[in-house]
């Protein structure tokens, strides 16, 4: 048991680590708390890093959505960059909101040797805008993230924080030591008296 407990927190380690190389680009807000009075309006950008200067990888493609307290702020609507092509023209844009979360996706035609001209490593992709309904602090969060490079491939993106990986890390050795206490504790075995023959 013992020897299992160990290699279950082995390979945990191991998963993090092969994990964390593939965490380069990164995908966020400007701002993802708020303070907010009522009639107020206010811009958030969604920025991405961690692409490589001139690429490959170039950002072809992105989908994602945030999630917002619609009883505070209501999405007016977003304004997207021209870096991956102008919008209407070089790229297929959408914007929708439902149900206090904005969907934001743009796609651009724009040729891969375009995009690697174009794009730095870290750039705007689009901003979306709000008003307030009401006065309070609200946040901003993903609730999904989908990003492909120039040719339609996925690109894995940070979404754990190097936080979340330590908690992991955390985790998988308190359950090995709790399993470990769990274990019924053997007491030493007594000696029996010898018995001694006349």
């Known amino acids: ?6 290699a279950s927190v082995l390979v945990g380690f ?27 309006m206010f811009s958030v950008g969604v920025v991405i890093s961690g692409l490589v200067d001139g690429g490959p990888p170039t950002l072809g493609a992105f989908d994602l959505s945030i999630a917002f307290d619609p009883a505070i702020l209501s999405a007016l609507g977003v304004v997207f960059d021209p870096l991956l092509g102008e919008p209407f023209f070089e790229a297929l844009t959408r914007f929708r909101v439902s149900a206090g979360v904005v969907e934001i996706a743009e796609v651009s035609l724009l040729s891969p040797t375009l995009l690697d001209l174009f794009q730095p490593a870290s750039f705007r992709l689009a901003t979306a805008r709000f008003t307030a309904l009401a006065a309070g602090t609200t946040t901003l969060t993903f609730t999904a993230i989908t990003v ?32 470990r206490r769990r274990r019924p504790h053997r007491p030493a075995p007594m000696e029996s008296p010898s018995l001694q023959h006349h």
Do not use: Q
Not at 14 to 40: C, F, K, N, Y
Not at 156 to 162: G, Y
């Open 1 to 6: 048991m013992k020897k299992l407990i160990w």
């Open 14 to 40: 191991a998963l993090i680590l092969e994990a964390t190389p593939a965490l380069a680009i990164s995908v966020g807000l400007t701002s993802s708390s708020v303070t907010v009075v009522a009639g107020e």
């Open 148 to 179: 492909n490079d120039a040719f339609g491939n996925t690109l894995a993106v940070d979404l754990p924080e190097p936080s979340t990986l330590l908690l992991l890390g955390c985790g998988l050795a308190g359950l090995a030591a709790a399993v």
